[in-house]
C-alpha cells in the first residue's frame, strides 16, 4: 500500500529523516518507534504531505505522491491524527465529525439558496454517520458536549471517528496513548483493531508504549537517528542489540 524509497529531510544540514526505506502491506498494523529525536513524526509529515523531502520518493497505492499536499492525499483516502488532539474545541464532538466529509453542498453558498433540498438531505445522512461512529466509540454520551471539554482519551477516540467520516484507505496515527488512562486505552485499541479486522483499515502507529505495539502491530520498524535501525515482529525488534541500545538505553554485554 505505501512505499517509501530513501527518503531524505535535510533541515539545513540536520538529516531529521536520512535514507528512509521500509513497505506497509494493505490490512496491516504496522508499529513505528524509536527514542525521542528518531525522526518518526518528520516521517510522518513527509507521508502526510505537510513537508517535501529533500530528495526519495513516496508511493502510495502503486502512485508517486511524493510533491502531494495533505489534501490532495486527504482525498487519496491517506490521513493523520496526531499526539495533540486538533479538534475544533467550540464545536461539540458531532459537529467535529460533520465538518470532515469533503465537498458537502452546504459549503456553497450557491447551493444553500438554490439547492437547499439537497442540502439538508446530504446534512442528514452526514449527521446520521456521525451518531454511527460515536456509537461505535462508545462516545454518543458527549455527542453534544464541546470538544475542548472532552477527556485526554475521548479527544483522541474522537481524532480516530473524524478518520472514520472519510474514505481512509491508510491511517497515520501518532501517539494514540499519549495522555490516555488506562481504561480508554483498552477501548481504543479494540477499535483500532475491530477497524484494521473487520472494516480493512490500515495504520501505521507511533507509540512508545510497549505494550501496545506489541498488542496491535506487526510489523515493527524502529527508527535511529533518522534511518530504520531494524524491521521485524516485535520480539525480534524487542530483543535486537541494537534497539536495546539505541532505544532502551540498555547495552549488551554490560555487567549484570
Not at 480493512?200 to 506489541?214: A, K, R, S
Not at 525480534?236 to 532505544?247: G, H, K, M, N
Request: glycine content about 8%; aromatic content about 8%; overall charge negative.
Amino acid at each position: 500500500m505505501l512505499e517509501l524509497d530513501q527518503l531524505v529531510m535535510d533541515f539545513g544540514g540536520f538529516k531529521a529523516v536520512n535514507n528512509c526505506t521500509f513497505r506497509v502491506e494493505e490490512n496491516s498494523i504496522t508499529g513505528l518507534i524509536g527514542p525521542n529525536g528518531a525522526g518518526k513524526t518528520t516521517l510522518f509529515n513527509l507521508i502526510a504531505g505537510a513537508l517535501q523531502p529533500t530528495s526519495g520518493r513516496i508511493r502510495f497505492l502503486g502512485e508517486d505522491v511524493t510533491s502531494l499536499a495533505s489534501y490532495e492525499l486527504f482525498h487519496k483516502g491517506l490521513v493523520r491524527t496526531f499526539q495533540i488532539p486538533h479538534e475544533f474545541h467550540k464545536l461539540t464532538a458531532l459537529e467535529n465529525l460533520m465538518m470532515v466529509p469533503p465537498s458537502q453542498p452546504g459549503e456553497s453558498l450557491f447551493a444553500n439558496w438554490l439547492k437547499w433540498g439537497q442540502v439538508k438531505s446530504t446534512e442528514k445522512n452526514v449527521e446520521h454517520k456521525a451518531y454511527e461512529t460515536l456509537e461505535f466509540l462508545e462516545l454518543t454520551h458527549v455527542a453534544h458536549e464541546r470538544a475542548g471539554n472532552l477527556s485526554g482519551g475521548q479527544k483522541k477516540l474522537l481524532e480516530l471517528g473524524r478518520t472514520m467520516m472519510t474514505d481512509a484507505k491508510l491511517v497515520l496515527l501518532d501517539e494514540p496513548a499519549a495522555g490516555v488512562n488506562r481504561t480508554l486505552l483498552r477501548k481504543l485499541e479494540t477499535k483500532i483493531e475491530i477497524l484494521n479486522k473487520e472494516r480493512g483499515y490500515t495504520f501505521i502507529l507511533i507509540e512508545h508504549d510497549m505494550e501496545m505495539i506489541e498488542k496491535l502491530t506487526d510489523p515493527v520498524v524502529c527508527m535511529a537517528e533518522g534511518s530504520v535501525l531494524i524491521e521485524g515482529d516485535f520480539q525480534t525488534v524487542r530483543s535486537d542489540p541494537q534497539v536495546l541500545e539505541a532505544y532502551l538505553g540498555e547495552k549488551t554485554g554490560d555487567a549484570a
